[in-house]
């Protein structure tokens, strides 16, 4: 979806610091490897990772032995 602003729109979803895209990429996450899963509102996403993110984000975190 594209806003008016001419951003892309939709629920991003972050590993750590790294920008994975849209939600349809988290089917493709080792579940085993997952610590923790959060929902970020638009307002706090923009404050940690910059514009873009008016739909919020999904935010995964990896248990720290599966690196």
Do not use: C, F, N
């Not at 994975?20 to 929902?39: E, N």
Request: aromatic residues 6%; negative net charge; without cysteine.
């Amino acid at each position: 979806m594209t806003h008016l602003s001419g951003q892309t729109g939709g629920v991003q979803v972050y590993v750590g610091e790294t920008r994975l895209g849209g939600v349809d990429l988290l089917k493709d996450l080792p579940t085993a490897a997952i610590h923790h899963v959060a929902w970020v509102d638009p307002v706090s996403a923009a404050a940690r990772w910059g514009s873009g993110h008016g739909d919020g984000v999904i935010a995964v975190s990896y248990r720290p032995d599966s690196r």
